[in-house]
């Protein structure tokens, strides 16, 4: 039979379609092309790409020059643009302002890799230092609110170049998903005086059945209400609201788990598209003791239709403990 779940967050529903159930195996997907002749992300080809923001450099090269490791450079076709005025306007009913922010991409490796699994743990702890860097940075503008940080892989989801990339969008406005993550949070933390985050992984650990992979600062688990088949997310044990007041000695660490986790995905659906977004605090807000930021990791094996956007429910065919289950079995070298 069918089960209803309610995300405890933000109290959206999820329908566990047992009647509609699939094997794990069934979601493995076709493998993605690899292989570009004129890949404006790829060593030597820095002149196709804008100025770089920043980079993590071999001594002595050049900036936008060879002999970088990770570069960021801001989206030659931004969603955003930093340059002007707010200018916010009423319009009878309506609201509108400019379109202000920054739009960067985060260029992972000089090499012509499609996957952040194949990169080294070092070089996915420097990913996550610009990743931190970067906003830190940008929250210093005063008319940015929030800042976005996501990876697209794979046509279906989104991605327009295959080289592994990341991006981050700074928006002059919080988005309704972090507000209401954040209402539902402080609703709880008034409540229970606690931390909901904290308190779901204290339970996961306690049940065990949707933890996928665990260190010692960072576990990922199937969260109890999947929105989607073998979705997966990566939080610190340790209470923080805001993701790039991080200390800088668990980059490593947690370029580790996310690295183990899309090796396990990867190897299990072979290659799937995917989508992961770091949710975390607006820059504008002091240190949360009701809110703490989290990696979500989106497989792209269904289809989101009429009655997901009509509703904003989701069906999902696969429990996630069976998810959890098949992903923990995966081995991996990292």
């Not at 790409?49 to 920043?54: G, K, N």
């Not at 002007?84 to 309506?94: A, E």
């Not at 090499?111 to 080294?120: C, F, G, K, N, P």
Request: with cysteine; hydrophobic share 35%; aromatic share 12%.
């Amino acid at each position: 039979m069918p089960e209803l779940r309610k995300d405890p967050i933000i109290g959206r529903w999820i329908i566990i379609s047992t009647e509609r159930a699939k094997r794990p195996s069934d979601f493995i997907s076709p493998q993605r092309v690899t292989g570009s002749a004129a890949c404006p992300f790829c060593n030597g080809n820095e002149w196709m790409t804008p100025p770089e923001i920043f980079a993590f450099r071999n001594e002595n090269s050049i900036k936008d020059k060879e002999g970088w490791r990770v570069r960021v450079v801001p989206n030659k076709f931004p969603a955003l643009r930093v340059e002007g005025n707010l200018d916010k306007k009423g319009i009878g009913i309506y609201d509108r302002m400019n379109g202000i922010g920054a739009h960067e991409v985060i260029i992972e490796t000089p090499q012509h890799e499609v996957s952040i699994s194949a990169l080294t743990n070092k070089n996915i702890e420097e990913i996550i230092l610009a990743y931190m860097y970067r906003m830190r940075d940008l929250k210093q503008d005063k008319r940015l609110n929030y800042g976005m940080l996501f990876k697209n892989v794979g046509i279906s989801a989104g991605a327009s170049l295959e080289h592994s990339h990341s991006q981050l969008i700074a928006l002059p406005t919080v988005p309704k998903i972090a507000k209401e993550e954040m209402d539902g949070a402080k609703y709880f933390f008034d409540y229970r005086g606690r931390c909901i985050i904290c308190d779901m992984v204290a339970q996961e650990r306690e049940d065990g059945s949707r933890i996928i992979f665990e260190t010692e600062n960072f576990i990922a688990f199937a969260p109890y209400a999947s929105r989607f088949p073998f979705e997966t997310w990566i939080i610190p044990v340790f209470h923080q609201s805001h993701f790039e007041k991080m200390e800088e000695r668990y980059a490593y660490e947690l370029g580790k788990i996310l690295k183990t986790v899309l090796t396990k995905l990867e190897k299990s659906l072979e290659d799937p598209p995917y989508n992961y977004m770091i949710h975390t605090a607006p820059f504008n807000y002091n240190d949360l003791e009701y809110y703490h930021w989290h990696i979500e990791i989106i497989p792209r094996m269904t289809r989101v239709a009429g009655f997901e956007w009509g509703t904003d429910f989701y069906i999902n065919p696969v429990p996630p403990e069976d998810a959890s289950a098949f992903l923990r079995e995966i081995e991996t070298d990292s």
